[in-house]
């Protein structure tokens, strides 16, 4: 049964579909902006302009969706960018909602693009205060679901976060925007080339007391169920591949949409070794994937939503 594509094909178990990917895109100020990231090879620091022209391509090729991260033009000490309903997200969404029809556009509700430390909230006594952390989240993602967000997506991994989230978002009328929690999000080195695109790495010390500790995978499911019981609709694991033990527990523990995030340091060791001759850039991309999604994910967010779709156009 392998002797030919078309007999593999006929009994192949596991199948992507762009439909199934989201795309991480970077929104900046100013106008006409498209500057490359230099970690991560043709992903793009992208002016609202020019995002609404990338989403529209996106929508053309048949990808789920893309999922925005901010570059405000000024940052503090409170995070105040994250939930001005005139943030850069805010105005993002408006504009790709004007121009676009079927393409579903999630939000990061986090806090580190906006903090002018690069933690994930509150800085007290040199650490994360998690409960006054919980009130900006739960501005953040009422602010992106008045602008239109389809999903909003909670990646801080401070306690509660999806409770206080589901609650504002129900007691102003957003009883049916779906949160997709980063509910198993680990401390991870391949997080590294993001820093460089979301300019957000920690002025201090690191995110290790609120991200999970990569050898846990009894807490992961743990955080998992609380996120639920807080009402989340769909989880994540993040990163994808260094995890997908992870994602295979999840997927038989949990009767939910479960995502994956393939995080920036996949994509660019990918993306290094391919250009180095080392490995042949189209079908460890598409391993890649199909691994995440034969481990149980049913959603992947990559930076290689653009070239898997074509590929399997």
Same mark, same amino acid.
């Given at each position: 049964? *392998?002797?030919?594509?078309?007999?593999?094909?006929?009994? *192949?178990?596991?199948?992507?579909?762009?439909?199934?990917?989201?795309?991480?895109?970077? !929104?900046?100020? $100013?106008?006409?902006?498209?500057?490359? @990231? $230099?970690?991560?090879?043709? %992903?793009?620091?992208?002016? =609202?302009?020019? @995002?609404?022209?990338?989403?529209?391509?996106?929508?053309?090729?048949? !990808?789920?969706?893309? @999922?925005?991260?901010?570059?405000?033009?000024?940052?503090?000490?409170? +995070?105040?960018?994250?939930?001005?309903?005139?943030?850069?997200?805010?105005?993002?969404?408006?504009?790709?909602?004007?121009?676009?029809?079927?393409?579903?556009?999630?939000?990061?509700?986090?806090?580190?693009?906006?903090?002018?430390?690069?933690?994930? $909230?509150?800085?007290?006594?040199?650490?994360?205060?998690?409960?006054?952390?919980?009130?900006?989240?739960?501005?953040?993602?009422?602010?992106?679901? #008045?602008?239109?967000?389809?999903?909003? &997506?909670?990646?801080?991994?401070?306690? $509660? #976060?999806?409770?206080?989230?589901?609650? &504002?978002?129900? +007691?102003?009328?957003?009883?049916?925007?779906?949160?997709?929690?980063?509910?198993?999000?680990?401390?991870?080195?391949?997080?590294?080339?993001?820093?460089?695109?979301?300019?957000?790495?920690?002025?201090?010390?690191?995110? *290790?007391?609120?991200?999970?500790?990569?050898? %846990?995978?009894?807490?992961?499911?743990?955080? =998992? /169920?609380?996120?639920?019981? /807080?009402?989340?609709?769909?989880?994540? !694991?993040?990163?994808?591949?260094?995890?997908?033990?992870?994602? &295979?527990?999840? #997927?038989?523990?949990?009767?939910?949409?479960?995502?994956?995030?393939?995080?920036?340091?996949?994509?660019?060791?990918?993306?290094?070794?391919?250009?180095?001759?080392?490995?042949?850039?189209?079908?460890?991309?598409?391993?890649?994937?199909?691994? @995440?999604? #034969?481990?149980? +994910?049913?959603?992947?967010?990559?930076?290689?939503?653009?070239?898997?779709?074509?590929?399997?156009?």
């Amino acid at each position: 049964m *392998r002797g030919s594509e078309p007999l593999r094909a006929l009994v *192949r178990e596991t199948r992507l579909d762009p439909a199934k990917f989201i795309l991480p895109l970077f !929104v900046c100020p $100013g106008e006409g902006v498209k500057r490359e @990231i $230099g970690a991560m090879p043709d %992903n793009y620091q992208m002016s =609202i302009d020019q @995002i609404v022209k990338e989403c529209a391509e996106v929508e053309r090729l048949g !990808v789920g969706g893309v @999922i925005l991260f901010g570059l405000p033009e000024t940052k503090d000490e409170s +995070a105040s960018g994250a939930y001005d309903d005139q943030g850069i997200v805010q105005r993002a969404l408006r504009a790709i909602k004007a121009e676009t029809r079927k393409l579903l556009v999630l939000t990061d509700v986090c806090n580190c693009e906006y903090t002018s430390h690069g933690h994930c $909230g509150f800085v007290k006594d040199g650490d994360v205060d998690n409960d006054i952390t919980l009130q900006w989240l739960a501005r953040t993602a009422l602010s992106h679901a #008045r602008a239109g967000a389809d999903i909003v &997506a909670p990646s801080d991994m401070m306690d $509660g #976060r999806v409770a206080a989230i589901r609650q &504002a978002l129900d +007691a102003n009328g957003f009883e049916k925007t779906p949160v997709l929690s980063y509910a198993a999000k680990f401390a991870s080195v391949f997080y590294g080339p993001f820093r460089e695109a979301a300019e957000s790495a920690p002025q201090f010390g690191d995110r *290790r007391s609120y991200q999970m500790d990569p050898a %846990n995978a009894r807490e992961a499911m743990r955080e =998992i /169920e609380l996120d639920l019981e /807080e009402g989340a609709d769909m989880i994540m !694991v993040k990163p994808a591949m260094p995890y997908l033990d992870l994602i &295979a527990k999840a #997927r038989e523990r949990f009767d939910v949409p479960i995502s994956a995030y393939q995080v920036s340091g996949e994509y660019s060791m990918i993306v290094a070794a391919a250009r180095n001759g080392w490995l042949d850039y189209d079908r460890a991309m598409m391993e890649s994937l199909t691994s @995440i999604a #034969r481990a149980g +994910a049913e959603i992947i967010l990559t930076y290689f939503a653009k070239p898997a779709a074509k590929l399997l156009a």
